[in-house]
């Protein structure tokens, strides 16, 4: 897609992805900070972009106007510098960002028992998809379609109850362990 090519493990963006409300963006800014990356939010830059939250562009534009932004917004991010990538739940289904993050990123899976992530998305009323709905009903149909995708992640870690603190630390685990398996050859 960028015509670069597929770039060394150890140099790529660290893409988190899963389902809204596992905790992506706030784990994703503390594992930025421990790592010492630059971090974005998929979600925050498409709002920055459109200047409009995402609420109002699912009601004003339609989902398919974000999904096309958020797929433009995924791009550039992809093709930046090196960094911690926090993209929304249903970024990585777009066939193009796909191929991005599999060329650009390591993309971790962060996965989570769905009660615990319908609890944790009651407490805010942000996410179009689940507006008048029950979230568990709503959550267990989106599982359903994506986790086959989220499957696809180079990396899986489980994140279900545990303070974010823990979940960054599984996540340096995991990377460690990925990134000692692709070691870089020397001079790259
Ligand atoms: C969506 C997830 C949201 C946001 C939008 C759609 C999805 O991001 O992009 O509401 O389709 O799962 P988070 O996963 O950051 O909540």
Do not use: C
Request: aromatic share 4%; no cysteine; charged share 25%.
């Amino acid at each position: 897609m960028t015509g670069d090519g597929p770039i060394p493990v150890h140099r790529r963006t660290i893409a988190l992805v899963g389902l809204m409300g596992v905790g992506k963006s706030t784990v994703g800014r503390r594992l930025a900070r421990r790592l010492e990356l630059p971090f974005a939010d998929g979600d925050t830059e498409i709002e920055a972009a459109a200047a409009m939250t995402v609420s109002d562009i699912f009601a004003k534009l339609g989902e398919s106007e974000f999904r096309a932004g958020e797929a433009r917004v995924m791009k550039r991010l992809l093709e930046g510098p090196r960094m911690v990538l926090a993209t929304g739940g249903g970024a990585i289904l777009n066939p193009e960002t796909r191929a991005a993050l599999k060329e650009r990123a390591v993309t971790v899976w962060m996965r989570a028992d769905l009660q615990t992530v319908a609890g944790r998305v009651q407490r805010r009323d942000t996410r179009p998809l689940l507006r008048g709905r029950d979230p568990l009903t709503a959550l267990r149909a989106m599982a359903e379609v994506r986790y086959p995708v989220y499957e696809t992640a180079d990396l899986t870690v489980d994140v279900a109850g545990g303070a974010h603190a823990q979940a960054v630390e599984a996540i340096v685990e995991a990377l460690e362990a990925h990134f000692a398996a692709h070691a870089p050859e020397v001079g790259t």
